[in-house]
């Protein structure tokens, strides 16, 4: 079943019409306890705006980062975040889980 | 992912259909498939399990890794009876994410004073789901203690193959709707389909205390599946 999950995807329909360049992330592994489940989205324009979570916010900020990069890049990435991950992101999950996220631009 | 794929995954939403969109992760490619176009592979099966179960999920992670994510319907709940109950019940599952229908025939009791903010129908239920069918992604609550009122859509319910149906009522009178069941052939296997008396024991007193055992036995059925 789905829930508010999708909501993510309506909203960035909308963006998308006014013309906003966007990136999606996207929970796509957890190990652990996670704070959102698989399949949850984070949608983020070029200015850094977001709606969303694929976190309890731990990680919002440094996806946002990225996707703003996968947006001028045009390039899909993977990101993986877990507890006490300095070396990557020096953010990391407070719930001692891990996730993967995969941010990619929204393309025509 | 591609505009059009987005939109598909929208329109799919609007027509309360399921879809499923795999992810190559080391491409990203991206395809959709919907449930009737699924490939005759391993892939195929795999996506099908996964839109039954409402799963997404990576596959194949030791080679070629793939993200399969399924998009289904939001869950829907329809309420016949617009009685008190209803009321606190309303807001309840609207903040779960459901999509709210209240049903009830009696025109004093659906009033949109009573019912501002979702969807209200003063008709009576068959009619109603004879235009907005029920399906495996809703739950049915029938609260009006009117066997002329609940019956029917009850019945529909079991037909549909609700995820969850619930009737109000005391074991008494869930014995009494049994035999008048019973009479339309559906037996005791199908009845045991209905959460009677409706909601979890939580010793609830008053409506809103009845509408949240309600509304929590509604989102244990969805997320754990039917127990009993």
Known sequence: MADQLNDTLL??????????????ATVIDTWGSAPRPVGSHLII???????????G???EGAVVFEAVEAIETGKPKVL??????????EVGLSCGGRIRIYVEPVTA | ??????????????????????????????????PDGLPADELGAEIDRR??????????????????????????????GAVHISQALVPMAQACGFDVTVIDPRTAFATPERFPNVDLLADWPQEVLQTRPLDSYTALVAVTHDPKIDDLPLQDA?????FYIGALGSRKTHGKRAVRFAENDIDATALAAIHAPIGLDIGAANPAEIAVSIMA???ETLRRGDQR
Request: with cysteine; glycine share 8%.
């Open chain 1, 11 to 24: 909203i960035a329909e909308q963006w998308q019409a006014q013309g906003r360049a966007l990136a999606l």
């Open chain 1, 45 to 55: 324009d070029s200015e850094g705006n977001f709606e969303g979570s694929v976190s």
């Open chain 1, 57 to 59: 916010g731990c990680v």
């Open chain 1, 80 to 89: 993986e975040f877990g507890v006490a991950d300095e070396t990557a992101w």
């Open chain 2, 1 to 34: 992912m591609q505009v059009q794929i987005l939109q598909q995954i929208a329109q799919a939403r609007q027509s309360r259909t399921a879809v499923a969109v795999v992810t190559d992760i080391q491409s990203g490619d991206q395809t959709l498939y919907h």
């Open chain 2, 51 to 80: 839109l039954r179960s409402g799963k997404s999920g990576i596959v194949n992670p030791d080679e070629n890794e793939l993200f399969i994510q399924v998009h289904v319907p939001s869950p829907r709940l329809v309420i016949i």
């Open chain 2, 158 to 162: 079991l037909k549909e193959k609700c």
């Open chain 2, 217 to 219: 036995e509604i989102v």
